[in-house]
């Protein structure tokens, strides 16, 4: 189960690759990236299908990105998850989100957490990152409180 202090080191990373990055502005992959970008973070755009976002290079896979990220935060189906985790590994990356919103099924799945367990990954899991960023809009404080209600808020 997530903690509290893994969501706070993970936040506390300033270099980050965003996996799974769409090209779509409308997308929320899209907007959570250009979110970590204004906060000033150095949110890398990782994307297979794209050289560049926003006028930002864009890069296939996490090994890929030079220099190197720190940790990345996965926008990913599971089953592209468990690739990407292994990507990870080999880049040396320790820190992963794998995004987890109000609906769906998020990025995580079983053999991805696993693996990063084994790997000695840290992992953020089944969360999204705007209910934990300061001065977020008020709909991302609701679903804040509804996991502090139901016990699904890290502590």
Known sequence: ????QQVDEFLGLRRIAVVGVSRNPKDFSYTLWQEFRQRR????????AADQ???????????DIVPPVTGALLM????VTE?????CAGAGIRHVWMYGGAAGPGAASREALDFCAANGIDVVSGQCPYMFLP??????GMHGAWKKLTGSYPK
């Open 1 to 4: 189960m997530t903690t509290r």
């Open 41 to 48: 973070y150095e949110a890398v755009p990782v994307n297979p």
């Open 53 to 63: 976002i926003d006028g930002q290079a864009c890069y296939a896979r996490v090994q």
């Open 76 to 79: 990913t189906t599971p089953p």
């Open 83 to 87: 690739r990407v985790v292994r990507d």
């Open 135 to 140: 001065d977020t809009p008020f709909f991302h």
